[in-house]
C-alpha cells in the first residue's frame, strides 16, 4: 500500500516536471530571438514589406542590442484581435496593428506610423459589374446605402459604422473575399497599399474582383508596432529604430521600392481623386497627429 502511494506520487511529480519542461522548452530556444507571427494567409503581399520595415528598424541600431534574429511563430490563421491576444500571453514580441485607445491601453504601441498614415486611404475592391454603380456615387451618402465587409475585430469597423457605414463584420481574412465574389457585401476598403497586391492574388480564384482607386475613403488611422507592456526595452529599440530610419530616409526609399508600396509613387497621382473624409473618434490618447514628420498627405502632395 505504502509502495503503491510513493509509486503514484513519483509519477506525479515526474509528469510534472516533463509538462515543466515542455512548456518552458520554446521560450528557450526563443530567448534570443525577435519572435512575430507568420503570415496570416495566401492573400498577404504587405506582409513582406513589415518584415523589411522591421528588420531595417531593428538595423539601425544593432550594434547597442544583443545579436538577436527575426524568427516566425506559425499560427493557424489567427485573427487580429487574437494576435494581440498572443502578444500579451508572451507568445511573440510584435504585432504590427492599427490603433485605438483599448489596445494602447493593454499593450504598449509605439507611436510613430509605420505606412506614413497611408493605412487610413482606402481604396475599393468591387465587382467587375459593379463598376459604373460605383463611379456613378458622388456622395458619401450614395456609398452608405452598400454594405463592407471588414474584419470583425478591426478597428477600421468601428470607424466607418460610427461615420454611418453599413458593415459586414467577418472574422477570416480570406473570407472576405469569397463574400464579395458571391456578392454578400457590395466592396471591401483596402488601405492604397494593401489593395493593389491583393486583387491581383485575389484574381486567381475571383477573376471578377477588380480595384477601383478613383473613390478613396481616407480617416487619421495609425498603424503600430504593438509589444508587452513590460517589454520597454524592446519598444525603446523599435521607437529609435524608426526615428532613424525617418530621418536618413531609408523607410521612404524602402516605400518608393518595395513591390507593395512603389506604384504609390509618384504621389502627385493621388491630388485629384475623389475623397470621402470619415471622422476617427477611437484614436488612443498621446497620438503624434501633429508631428507632421511621420504623415503623408495624399491631398497635398
Same mark, same amino acid.
Given at each position: 500500500?505504502?509502495?503503491? =502511494?510513493? #509509486?503514484?506520487?513519483?509519477? $506525479?511529480? @515526474?509528469?510534472?516536471?516533463? &509538462?515543466?519542461?515542455?512548456?518552458? +522548452?520554446? !521560450? *528557450? ?75 494602447? =491601453?493593454? #499593450?504598449?504601441?509605439?507611436? $510613430?506610423? @509605420?505606412?506614413?498614415?497611408? &493605412?487610413?486611404?482606402?481604396?475599393? +475592391?468591387? !465587382? *467587375? ?173
Amino acid at each position: 500500500m505504502v509502495f503503491q =502511494l510513493v #509509486y503514484k506520487k513519483t509519477i $506525479i511529480f @515526474l509528469t510534472f516536471i516533463v &509538462l515543466f519542461i515542455a512548456l518552458c +522548452l520554446p !521560450l *528557450k530556444i526563443h530567448a534570443n530571438d525577435i519572435r512575430i507571427l507568420a503570415p496570416r494567409a495566401k492573400i498577404d503581399p504587405v506582409f513582406d514589406y513589415f518584415v523589411e520595415l522591421t528588420r531595417l528598424v531593428l538595423s539601425k541600431n544593432e550594434h547597442l542590442y544583443p545579436k538577436r534574429k527575426l524568427v516566425f511563430v506559425a499560427h493557424d490563421d489567427v485573427t487580429q484581435g487574437r494576435s494581440l491576444m498572443l502578444l500579451e500571453h508572451n507568445y511573440v514580441d510584435i504585432v504590427w496593428s492599427g490603433t485605438n485607445a483599448r489596445r494602447e =491601453l493593454r #499593450y504598449s504601441p509605439i507611436r $510613430i506610423p @509605420l505606412f506614413r498614415g497611408l &493605412l487610413g486611404y482606402r481604396v475599393l +475592391l468591387i !465587382l *467587375k459589374e459593379d463598376k459604373e454603380k460605383f463611379l456613378q456615387i458622388k456622395t458619401p451618402a450614395q456609398l452608405k446605402k452598400l454594405n463592407a465587409c471588414q474584419g470583425a475585430h478591426w478597428p477600421d469597423s468601428d470607424i466607418l459604422e460610427a461615420n454611418g457605414y453599413l458593415v459586414s463584420r467577418v472574422v477570416h481574412f480570406n473570407a472576405m473575399f469569397k463574400m464579395l465574389a458571391k456578392k454578400r457585401c457590395d466592396y471591401f476598403p483596402r488601405a492604397i497599399f494593401e489593395g493593389y497586391a491583393e486583387q491581383k492574388i485575389a484574381m486567381e480564384t475571383q477573376p471578377n474582383i477588380i480595384l477601383m482607386d478613383e473613390l478613396i475613403l481616407h480617416y487619421n488611422f495609425p498603424f503600430y508596432y504593438f509589444v508587452e507592456k513590460n517589454n520597454s526595452r524592446l519598444a525603446e529599440r523599435l521607437e529609435n529604430g524608426l526615428m532613424a530610419a525617418l530621418a536618413d530616409g531609408s523607410l521612404m526609399n524602402l516605400m518608393r521600392t518595395h513591390s507593395v508600396s512603389k506604384h504609390l509613387f509618384p504621389l502627385e497621382q493621388w491630388k485629384d481623386k475623389r475623397y470621402f473624409e470619415l471622422s476617427n473618434d477611437i484614436l488612443g490618447s498621446d497620438l503624434s497627429l501633429e508631428n507632421q514628420q511621420f504623415w503623408l498627405n495624399l491631398k497635398t502632395q
